[in-house]
């Protein structure tokens, strides 16, 4: 990790995000296959928490850590985090297809992660699932002029570009400072806003924990990535994929099935 010693020399303006690109394209674009995964619609749905059009309540106190294997806890974990559909106002089409997707995985429109994790199971929920993560992936890419090899002036036949390299370099140096307590001692967020928008950039990079680490929990997304939220979605949704039927996969659009943890309940 890279603090004030490193060899770089950082002035306040590491707190500014290099460009405004949307969370899951961030993610998509310094992945190592630049694919469309089930991140990204994670990623959408903490963004949502943190603009209040979903509503997480969680009845845990204390701060939560999935291991490599899902336990027993691990599944009582999740029913104490309620996830409530309350969105209203304006939403953007890959936001409305992500909220449709939880309507249509869990039935209601408040459930627990818990219940989730069971839904996921079911076979003809996971095929509804990789539908419905087909509409999500179209809005997404529609949304961003990106068709999974080519963006802006920054990815081109699924490579980077001279462009997309040097904004790696400054996306890599704004996870330095999302990481290191020194950098946000010296520039903290100024904002509950700004240092939740950070959390949920740092997530964009798997380092959600360690940027919490040496920052407020004081939203409820950072007490949602506090429970390890982030990525209990994750293994939630790669297990949906997993009980696709054998007939149907090869068929969607979507990469990305890595997370080997099996739910208890199915299967």
Do not use: H
Request: aromatic share 8%; glycine share 6%.
């Amino acid at each position: 990790m890279l603090g004030l010693n490193s060899k770089n020399q950082y002035d306040e303006t590491i707190k500014n995000p290099p460009s405004d690109d949307s969370y899951p394209i961030v993610s998509i674009l310094f992945a190592k296959n630049n694919k469309i995964g089930v991140n990204a619609l994670s990623l959408t749905i903490l963004d949502l928490i943190d603009k209040g059009q979903i509503k997480c309540d969680i009845d845990l106190e204390y701060s939560y850590e999935v291991g490599k294997k899902l336990t027993p806890q691990d599944m009582e974990v999740m029913k104490k985090i309620t996830l409530r559909i309350a969105n209203k106002g304006e939403l953007k089409t890959s936001e409305s297809s992500a909220i449709n997707l939880l309507k249509n995985m869990n039935k209601n429109k408040k459930f627990n992660l818990k219940f989730m994790a069971k839904q996921s199971n079911i076979t003809s929920v996971a095929n509804k699932f990789d539908d419905d993560l087909g509409e999500f992936a179209k809005a997404l890419k529609n949304e961003n002029g990106y068709d999974g090899e080519s963006y802006k002036d920054l990815l081109e036949n699924a490579k980077l570009t001279s462009k997309g390299k040097e904004v790696k370099n400054e996306w890599k140096n704004f996870q330095d400072y999302l990481e290191s307590k020194d950098l946000v001692e010296k520039y903290p967020p100024e904002s509950v806003e700004e240092n939740s928008a950070q959390v949920l950039y740092a997530a964009c990079f798997d380092i959600e924990k360690d940027a919490l680490g040496v920052r407020e929990n004081n939203t409820p997304l950072t007490d949602f990535i506090d429970k390890d939220g982030y990525k209990l979605l994750n293994i939630i949704f790669n297990n949906a994929l997993l009980n696709v039927n054998k007939k149907r996969k090869g068929t969607g659009i979507f990469y990305g099935v890595n997370d080997k943890y099996t739910i208890p309940g199915g299967g």
